[in-house]
């Protein structure tokens, strides 16, 4: 497998800073707005946010849960590999609030579409966006596309980005890896 760095450490750093920035032009002081990460990866890239918008843009009333779609996904079953669920944290009500579910890289669409259909169980949202540091746009199986985007990569359907980030891998980097096709 080769793989090659899309985004750094400090590239990855400024486009957290533009993503925040974007999400208070358009929620500003968030009081009807909740940031919910898709779980597992989401869940990192919501920490961050969340910690960046408090600390340093000062946003005092964020609301910030976590959301699981492992039994929601169109996937469920059909593999060998067992699924494991992760834990939902909403500790707040969604209905009428303005929703931004976070994931780090968007790709067919499944997950936000599992996400969809997952956060009905906890009311009926205003408004619901999605922001992603990385949108592999041409991989897209249903029509789903992210209102905030870190990165756009063009990437083949034999290729796979891979998302680090320090509290869980020990870096903050993205890749591209391509995958050796045995023949």
Known sequence: MSQKVLLNAKEVNIILHRLACQLIENHNNFTDTVLIGIQPRGKFMA???????????????????????????????????????????????????????????????????????????????????????????????LPIQPTYSGRQVDAINKEKVKVNWKENDGEDSVYLIEKEVAE
């Open 47 to 141: 920490q961050r946010l969340a910690k960046m918008l408090q600390e340093e843009y000062n946003v005092e009333h964020l609301q910030v849960g976590f959301l699981d779609i492992t039994f929601f996904r169109d996937d469920f079953r059909r593999g060998d590999k067992t699924l494991e669920a992760n834990t939902t944290e909403i500790n707040f009500l969604v209905e009428g609030k303005n929703i931004v579910f976070i994931d780090d890289v968007l790709y067919t669409g499944r997950s936000i579409r599992a996400a969809l259909t997952a956060i009905q169980s906890f009311g009926r949202p205003k408004e619901i966006e999605l922001l992603t540091l990385i949108d592999r746009r041409f991989s897209r199986h």
